[in-house]
């Protein structure tokens, strides 16, 4: 009768045991992936306020010397083609702050006097290394209006 009671004793530890592993495990996941995800908005947005910090200086430099009837431009925005390259948002927020802050110079500039060819030129061709694996960027498409607009394709070398 006692080992009996004593088997059971022990079982019932052994399942309390492992329901309280099995229980930390999981918990253990879900507080990781919940960080994982502040992490990301955090990055996100630390990189919107240094961007609309450069923009705000830009444009006020830029209203204060301008005539009224003048293009000037007020913003980038990057559009990013991957050629067999897989998509992270991590990189993508890296690849999107390097390309906008080669061009930040051209914020507040007339629309007029900026030359597309040199503007491609920023960009084009290079080699950008991020986590240990070099990227080569291509420019494909320039639109530039008050909003500056640019297609890079991003391929893994």
């Known amino acids: 009768m006692k080992t009996i009671a004593v088997k059971f004793l022990i079982s019932s530890i052994t ?7 099995i229980g930390c495990t999981a918990m253990t996941c879900l507080i990781s992936y919940r960080i994982d995800s502040y992490h990301e908005k955090i990055v996100s ?4 306020v240094e ?7 830009k444009l006020k430099e830029s209203l204060e010397e301008l005539d009224k009837n003048k293009f000037i431009v007020e913003d980038i925005v990057v559009y990013l083609i991957y050629d067999n390259v ?10 999107e702050k390097y390309i906008k802050k080669q061009y930040e110079s051209i914020l ?12 491609t030129n920023v960009v084009d061709r290079d080699v950008f290394i991020l986590e240990e694996k070099e990227y080569r960027l291509k ?10 607009k640019i297609w890079v394709s ?3 070398i």
């Open 86 to 95: 897989e998509k992270d948002i991590f990189d993508k927020i890296q690849f």
């Open 139 to 148: 420019v494909e498409r320039i639109l530039l209006s008050k909003v500056f």
């Open 108 to 119: 507040g500039k007339e629309v007029d006097t900026l030359d597309m060819e040199l503007l």
């Open 45 to 48: 947005l630390e990189n919107t």
């Open 15 to 21: 399942g309390l045991l492992a329901g309280i592993l």
């Open 51 to 57: 961007e609309t910090k450069i923009k705000y200086t």
């Open 154 to 156: 991003i391929k893994e």
